[in-house]
């Protein structure tokens, strides 16, 4: 069963929201488990939210570096897909938690900042892979991007990535969109949104179905290259 967690040190990355938009995205066909390891909680606050509570869609949290690979393998077990929310800092947590991961997905905004701390993200998984002499498969996604009209600068910035040979990108990017940041405040899916209250909705579910997609392509690929060691 696909384990995949979302890592990047650096806070606003859009880490949480590409890992609640994949979950609630999966749960429409399997079950999902995701672990909320981020202090701050922002998954289990919009379950708190949630008028209509999905059975598919299961949140759990953890608090500690003591019981976050316990905590992997027990859900693994239980459920097809397992989904780590990361905390927004390096930590052992979060590299106990790669370590056991299928897939890292690092998500970043078109911003020096951003790419800085994917670039040191990417160094922990080389390091882990030394470590545990596996193979940690690893793709960055581009966040809150603009759909046109992109500034010269975010350009520049992702060709540093896409034109890499040593760092694989997601073709989809999830871009900025208000339905995105509205699931926080009323606790809905994307495709639970009301249409009158909230603009673009079709738009959001079409990234998002996109997104999703190439994920599972992503982890299928691993997956039929079997266990790589380094």
Not at 149 to 175: G, H, L
Not at 214 to 220: D, G, N, S
């Amino acid at each position: 069963m696909p384990i995949i967690s979302f890592a990047n040190s650096k806070g606003g990355s859009g880490k949480t929201t590409s890992a609640l938009l994949l979950a609630c995205e999966l749960s429409l066909k399997k079950d999902v488990c995701i672990i909320d390891a981020d202090p701050r909680h922002p998954i289990q606050k919009w379950t708190g939210l949630k008028k209509e509570k999905s059975n598919s869609l299961h949140v759990f949290t953890n608090d500690s570096e003591n019981t976050i690979i316990q905590d992997i393998e027990n859900y693994s077990h239980q459920y097809p897909f397992v989904i780590i929310d990361l905390e927004g800092i390096a930590s052992k947590r979060a590299a106990f938690a790669i370590s056991q991961s299928d897939f890292v997905i690092i998500p970043m905004q078109e911003q020096q900042q951003d790419a800085d701390e994917a670039i040191n993200v990417i160094k922990e998984i080389k390091n882990l892979e030394k470590m545990t002499r596996k193979k940690i498969h690893f793709s960055i996604l581009f966040t809150k991007t603009r759909v046109v009209a992109k500034s010269r600068t975010a350009r520049f910035i992702a060709q540093q990535f896409i034109t890499s040979e040593k760092i694989d990108c997601f073709q989809t990017e999830i871009n900025e969109r208000d339905a995105f940041s509205a699931i926080f405040t009323t606790g809905d899916t994307v495709r639970g949104l009301n249409p009158q209250e909230n603009n673009g909705i079709s738009k959001a579910i079409e990234n998002i179905e996109k997104y999703a997609a190439e994920v599972i392509t992503k982890v299928l690929e691993t997956q039929s290259q079997g266990e790589n060691h380094v």
